[in-house]
Nanobody
Framework: QVQLVESGGGLVQAGGSLRLSCAAS????????MGWFRRAPGKEREFVAA????????YYTDSVKGRFTISRDNAKNTVYLQMNSLKPDDTAVYYC??????????????????????WGQGTQVTVSS
């Protein structure tokens, strides 16, 4: 079983950048595919990005493509979300999530929160206009 702890959230002006980190413990990190989700006030939880066990493939929701980058350092048991050109619409609580293994040929499953077994407590990102 893995525990996930996010950090790096905060308040930033539109156009600015933040880097979120998610530190994992209690499991073999490279056994897990990792994802980032977010929930804005009054909205449903939304997929943001995902990365396979060894970082070979990444997936993004359309609204963040070209602005956000997901990466991982398996030696440090950490997954990152670099967020550039932030917009007020990016304001949300960001959650790190994990599931063991990969989704195989079904890449659409990376976008599905039901695939993810483990979740962090979230970190707040607020983008001011």
């Amino acid at each position: 079983q893995v525990q996930l702890v996010e950090s790096g959230g905060g308040l930033v002006q539109a156009g600015g950048s933040l880097r979120l980190s998610c530190a994992a413990s209690g499991g073999t990190f490279n056994s897990y595919s990792m994802g980032w989700f977010r929930r804005a006030p009054g909205k449903e939880r939304e997929f943001v990005a995902a990365i396979k066990r060894f970082g070979g493939n990444t997936y993004y929701t359309d609204s963040v493509k070209g602005r956000f980058t997901i990466s991982r350092d398996n030696a440090k048991n950490t997954v990152y979300l670099q967020m550039n050109s932030l917009k007020p619409d990016d304001t949300a609580v960001y959650y790190c999530a994990a599931f063991i293994g990969t989704a195989g040929y079904f890449s659409s499953r990376y976008y599905d929160p039901l695939m993810y077994t483990y979740w962090g407590q979230g970190t707040q990102v607020t983008v001011s206009s």
